[in-house]
């Protein structure tokens, strides 16, 4: 029931984050959008090279976010579920990911995000690419892959405040 609650409990939070930061400026979200879209924002001089995917500064950020997850997983796994070794930590860590993962590729990107104008960049909002779901599940099959080091990270750390604690 715990794990539940924490999925649950993480779906709401990042929906509230991702919702947030998108109404507020479509353009922060901008790197999680097909190429042509951010190609034309930046031919539309709305966005610099090193804000779509791929730049440094997209990777450093997306680290630190990374890093950021990881602690919290690991403190979260190891006081709420009791996870004490790192196959737990790893465990319990990357089921919640993958429950985030999947949501945010099915429910926020393909359900949501791909219907409003809203969250549309200016000068974009007519282009067939935003309904290019299966860029939003490519997507989500790589978040799975990047998601194993940072379950990894969980497992080590947890398995560290076991030792502390």
């Given at each position: 029931?715990?794990?539940?609650?924490?999925?649950v409990a993480?779906c709401i939070?990042?929906t509230?984050?991702?919702v947030?930061?998108?109404?507020?400026d479509?353009l922060?979200?901008?790197?999680?959008?097909?190429?042509?879209?951010q190609?034309?924002a930046?031919?539309l001089g709305?966005?610099?090279?090193?804000?779509?995917?791929?730049?440094k500064k997209?990777?450093?950020?997306?680290?630190?976010?990374?890093?950021v997850i990881?602690?919290a997983?690991?403190?979260?796994?190891?006081?709420?579920?009791?996870a004490r070794?790192?196959?737990d930590?790893?465990?319990?860590?990357?089921l919640?990911?993958?429950?985030v993962?999947?949501?945010?590729?099915?429910?926020?990107?393909?359900?949501?995000?791909?219907?409003d104008q809203?969250v549309r960049i200016?000068?974009?909002?007519?282009m067939?690419?935003y309904?290019?779901?299966?860029?939003?599940?490519?997507?989500?099959?790589?978040?799975?892959?990047?998601?194993l080091?940072?379950?990894?990270?969980v497992g080590?750390?947890?398995?560290?405040?076991?030792?502390l604690?």
């Open positions: 029931m715990i794990l539940l609650t924490e999925c993480a939070l990042f509230l984050v991702v947030a930061v998108s109404l507020k479509p922060a979200q901008v790197n999680n959008w097909p190429p042509a879209i190609q034309r930046r031919e709305l966005i610099r090279e090193e804000q779509m995917s791929g730049s997209v990777y450093a950020k997306k680290l630190a976010v990374a890093l990881a602690i997983f690991a403190a979260l796994v190891f006081f709420a579920n009791g070794s790192f196959v930590g790893f465990g319990y860590s990357y919640i990911w993958t429950v993962n999947w949501y945010d590729a099915l429910v926020i990107d393909c359900l949501w995000v791909c219907h809203r200016p000068g974009t909002e007519n067939k690419e309904r290019d779901y299966w860029f939003h599940i490519r997507g989500s099959l790589v978040g799975q892959v990047l998601g080091p940072v379950a990894l990270l080590g750390l947890t398995a560290v405040i076991g030792l604690v």
